[in-house]
């Protein structure tokens, strides 16, 4: 089992500790670091600040949003960072949801598999440089066909020879078809909102993938790194009152009513009755409301919390579920050590 500092993407105002958990992270001997973005802060600028006062975390999106960029873009930020730390980038890709895709960068989210593919198939012919990048599919095409193209644009290799032709791309995925996708064509898996539990079914799904024709890797060399809250502490309750708007938040506040992918991944967990309360409260602006509804089952669900005993008997109950990165957060530098210490 390996550890990962998840630090996610920035509210309000820049978070001012985030140098020190990187350099933390880096010397308690964390695997990697990933940074995320919504509609605020961009995930790999802080991955470049930050990152360049550490010496062996891998530095990782956890997600960069695929409409945010287009697919050569994202390849150009990758291979420079990959670059400038020493070849310890992580690619990770995510498709977002319909309100954020269609409402802040202005595109379609529909065939979201369809366009993963050619997404990460573009990317990695940039990696590759063996042939000018060129795509025909239905959502990218290189070069440009429209009507109004003016015929010019020929298909290009990147400038800068990239430092690893195999930079790991890993995709976030909660629904069965992106977790099979994920298996097939990346180099890991970034699970959120999803149970050991549930280890039997999203294997079998993973599975699935690593039996496709071509599939990139298989269960030996592919990395299932979950988002997991995890908390060493003698006082578990404190931190449960934490989680529970959170938790409340992705359950019932997310995406829209109708489409909401985490409310979704939870109903998988066997919490129907209790997603459809939150989201009527939180729905209501009864926010406080909905989070009081969430229970501590359903956060233990997702969540490791405990003195350090019950967390190792746990860690190792993820580690036989088939998960081989837990990507924690922290707050500070001694709780960093304090997970370092496992």
Same mark, same amino acid.
Not at 121 to 131: G, H, L, P, T
Not at 269 to 290: Q, S
């Given at each position: 089992?390996?550890?990962?500092?998840? /630090?996610?993407?920035?509210?309000?105002?820049? @978070?001012?500790?985030?140098?020190?958990? #990187?350099?933390?992270?880096?010397?308690?001997?964390?695997?990697?670091?990933?940074?995320?973005?919504?509609?605020?802060?961009?995930? #790999?600028? @802080?991955?470049?600040?930050?990152?360049?006062?550490?010496?062996?975390?891998? /530095?990782?999106?956890?997600?960069?949003?695929?409409?945010?960029?287009?697919? *050569?873009n994202t390849a150009m930020h990758a291979l420079t960072l990959d670059h400038l730390s020493g070849g310890r980038a992580i690619l990770g890709l995510g498709v977002s949801g319909p309100?954020?895709?269609?409402?802040?960068?202005? %595109?379609?989210?529909?065939? @979201?598999?369809?366009?993963?593919?050619?997404?990460?198939?573009?990317?990695?012919?940039?990696?590759? +440089?063996?042939?000018?990048?060129?795509?025909?599919?239905?959502?990218?095409? /290189?070069?440009?066909?429209?009507?109004?193209? *003016?015929?010019?644009?020929?298909?290009?290799?990147?400038?800068?020879?990239?430092?690893?032709?195999?930079?790991?791309?890993?995709?976030?995925?909660?629904?069965?078809?992106?977790?099979?996708?994920?298996?097939?064509?990346? !180099?890991?898996?970034?699970?959120?909102?999803?149970?050991?539990?549930?280890?039997?079914?999203?294997?079998?799904?993973? !599975?699935?993938?690593?039996?496709?024709?071509?599939?990139?890797?298989?269960?030996?060399?592919?990395?299932?790194?979950?988002?997991?809250?995890?908390?060493?502490?003698?006082?578990?309750?404190?931190?449960? !009152?934490?989680?529970?708007?959170?938790?409340?938040?992705?359950?019932?506040?997310?995406?829209?009513?109708?489409?909401?992918?985490?409310?979704?991944?939870?109903?998988?967990?066997?919490?129907?009755?209790?997603?459809?309360?939150?989201?009527?409260? #939180?729905?209501?602006? +009864?926010?406080?409301?909905?989070?009081?509804?969430? @229970?501590?089952?359903?956060?233990?669900?997702?969540?490791?919390?405990? !003195?350090?005993?019950?967390?190792?008997?746990?860690?190792?109950?993820?580690?036989?579920?088939?998960?081989?990165?837990?990507?924690?957060?922290?707050?500070?530098?001694?709780?960093? %050590?304090?997970?370092?210490?496992?």
């Amino acid at each position: 089992m390996r550890f990962a500092l998840s /630090l996610g993407y920035w509210g309000a105002q820049p @978070p001012t500790n985030h140098a020190e958990l #990187f350099e933390a992270a880096d010397e308690a001997g964390f695997d990697a670091v990933y940074t995320a973005e919504s509609w605020g802060s961009d995930a #790999f600028t @802080p991955l470049a600040w930050y990152g360049s006062r550490t010496k062996n975390i891998k /530095l990782g999106t956890a997600i960069t949003q695929m409409s945010a960029r287009t697919p *050569t873009n994202t390849a150009m930020h990758a291979l420079t960072l990959d670059h400038l730390s020493g070849g310890r980038a992580i690619l990770g890709l995510g498709v977002s949801g319909p309100q954020v895709v269609e409402g802040w960068y202005g %595109q379609s989210f529909r065939r @979201p598999l369809a366009r993963t593919r050619e997404y990460v198939d573009i990317v990695r012919q940039v990696f590759a +440089r063996e042939a000018p990048v060129s795509s025909e599919g239905k959502a990218y095409t /290189l070069p440009y066909p429209g009507e109004d193209a *003016t015929g010019l644009g020929k298909s290009l290799k990147p400038i800068v020879h990239p430092l690893r032709a195999d930079l790991p791309i890993y995709l976030a995925a909660e629904g069965p078809k992106n977790i099979s996708l994920a298996a097939e064509i990346a !180099d890991g898996w970034l699970g959120f909102l999803a149970s050991p539990k549930q280890a039997e079914q999203y294997n079998e799904w993973l !599975d699935e993938g690593f039996a496709r024709p071509g599939a990139r890797r298989n269960r030996e060399d592919f990395d299932v790194a979950f988002q997991a809250m995890l908390h060493v502490t003698d006082d578990p309750a404190s931190i449960y !009152d934490a989680y529970r708007p959170f938790v409340a938040l992705y359950a019932g506040g997310m995406g829209s009513e109708e489409t909401n992918f985490h409310a979704d991944a939870i109903r998988r967990m066997g919490y129907d009755a209790e997603v459809e309360r939150i989201t009527e409260l #939180f729905r209501t602006g +009864r926010k406080d409301e909905a989070a009081a509804a969430v @229970p501590d089952e359903m956060i233990d669900e997702v969540a490791i919390i405990g !003195d350090e005993e019950y967390v190792r008997s746990e860690v190792r109950r993820w580690e036989e579920a088939g998960v081989t990165t837990m990507c924690v957060s922290a707050g500070s530098a001694a709780e960093i %050590q304090a997970i370092g210490r496992l």
